[in-house]
């Protein structure tokens, strides 16, 4: 590097210096200056590497690389996401606007407004009937969309660049598609914690837990969806009649879902003949990317399909 001395400007290297008249160039120490070409390439390059991919570029689906995330999540630990006091208070339609839309046209074609303007404005706002809890990159949700084009089904992720992928994925399908998968959606929240603050009594009709986290240790256990307590919020925002839907890879949890939902009395797990019957239980492993893996793997399934009822009274 170049000093200062007493003497002028001169070369210290391993603490000798030289004057710099001294020094002898090698021919690859000379410097050349880029040329206006260069300085555009250099510029689009890094136009391109700071460009956000995330975001869609508006014209083809979000790819999973750019959405990183952990494949665990602890439930129990506390979270910053914004939560509705009352299901009442949530914005759904922000989910769904071209569905909402399609509905209010629908209402005031047929002239349903009646006399209290109040309870007209109930009756037009559609329901969320299906809730993917733990939806993971929403690939359920996508297969759902064409089979039940008149329900809302919404998915329930904790991570936050999993839940932002999914959404971006509904918007970029309605774009691609238009007319289509206008009824799915995504939200980021706890399920464990949250649910009954989305969801009225008996509002849903369908609920999913597809491969849920097993937390394999002994005193992780209480981190599971599926929780004798946590059973009471799930009967409740069924409707009777309601089916409820579990599957996982793990043979020891699907055991642990069976016993603890075979233990309520507000579920009743569907016959043979019933769950044959139902088109929603093909898609528990080909519409999902987990299972799609666990199939491609042939490993093992265990499914668990319970129908909400009455109960004692």
């Known amino acids: 590097y170049y000093g200062v001395s007493s003497r002028g400007v001169s070369l210290t290297s391993c603490g000798i210096n030289e004057p710099i008249s001294r020094r002898v160039k090698p021919p690859h120490s000379r410097v050349t200056m880029p040329t206006v070409v260069d300085l555009e390439a250099l510029g689009a390059k890094r136009e391109r590497e700071e460009r956000p991919e995330v975001n869609n570029q508006g014209n083809s689906l979000p790819r999973k690389k750019f959405y990183r995330a952990r494949a665990h999540c602890n439930p129990l630990s506390d979270s910053s996401f914004p939560v509705p006091l009352r299901p009442e208070e ?19 074609a047929s002239g349903a407004k009646g006399k ?3 309870e007209a404005e109930e009756a037009e706002q559609p329901l969320v009937r299906f809730a993917d ?40 399908l309605r774009r691609e598609h238009p007319g289509q998968y206008e009824n799915i959606s995504c939200i980021r929240t706890n399920s464990m914690k949250y649910l009954p603050n989305f969801f009225k009594k008996a509002q849903l009709t369908k609920l999913f837990f597809l491969f849920p986290d097993p937390h394999f240790k002994t005193a992780n256990h209480r981190r599971r969806i599926i929780q004798k307590s946590l059973l009471a919020e799930y009967a409740y925002t069924l409707a009777v009649g309601g089916i409820m839907y ?5 043979e020891e949890l699907g055991q642990w879902m069976s016993d603890k939902i075979s233990a309520h009395p507000l579920f009743e797990r569907l016959t043979a003949e019933e ?12 519409g999902t990317e987990e299972g799609q893996k666990v199939e491609r793997n042939e490993g093992s399934t265990f499914l668990n399909v319970f129908r909400r009822i009455e109960g004692p009274k």
């Not at 949700?141 to 998915?155: E, H, N």
């Not at 579990?246 to 793990?250: A, L, Y």
């Open 90 to 108: 949530y914005n759904w339609e922000a989910h769904y606007p071209e569905f909402f839309a399609k509905a209010k046209a629908a209402e005031e």
């Open 116 to 118: 209290d303007a109040e």
């Open 133 to 172: 809890v733990g939806c993971g990159f929403g690939g359920l949700l996508v297969r759902l969309s064409p089979l039940f084009p008149d329900q809302l089904a919404v998915g329930m992720e904790i991570r936050d660049k999993v839940s932002q992928y999914v959404k971006e994925r509904c918007v970029a």
């Open 246 to 250: 579990t599957i996982t890879d793990v």
């Open 275 to 286: 769950a044959a019957a139902d088109p929603v239980i093909p898609l528990l492993i080909t």
